[in-house]
Nanobody
Framework: QVQLVESGGGLVKAGDSLRLSCAAS????????MAWFRQAPGKEREFVAG????????YYWDSVKGRFTISRDNAKNTLYLQMDSLKPEDTANYFC????????????????WGQGTQVTVSS
């Protein structure tokens, strides 16, 4: 098992930047494909970005391409999401998630989740 704890959320203005972190503990972090999801009130949880175990491949949802960057530091057991040019529509609770096999954009296919960190972008 792996335990995940997100941090770095907050209230920012449109155009600002934030960096989210997800600290992992437990079973070896480098074994997991990692992803960020987000969920706005009244909406379904949606995929934001993912990164493979060896960091060589990253995946992004179309709405965040060119603005968000996912990365990981396996030595520090930490996942990151750099969010630039934030928009009000990015407002959501952001979750990191882990699975041991192939990349996926479906939240139901992830076994491990953090508690989430709230990002609010004002206009």
């Amino acid at each position: 098992q792996v335990q995940l704890v997100e941090s770095g959320g907050g209230l920012v203005k449109a155009g600002d930047s934030l960096r989210l972190s997800c600290a992992a503990s437990g079973r070896s972090f480098s074994l997991y494909y990692m992803a960020w999801f987000r969920q706005a009130p009244g909406k379904e949880r949606e995929f934001v970005a993912g990164i493979t175990q060896n960091t060589k491949n990253t995946y992004y949802w179309d709405s965040v391409k060119g603005r968000f960057t996912i990365s990981r530091d396996n030595a520090k057991n930490t996942l990151y999401l750099q969010m630039d040019s934030l928009k009000p529509e990015d407002t959501a609770n952001y979750f990191c998630a882990a699975r041991t096999t192939l990349p996926s954009t479906w939240p139901n296919e992830y076994s491990y989740w953090g508690q989430g960190t709230q990002v609010t972008v004002s206009s």
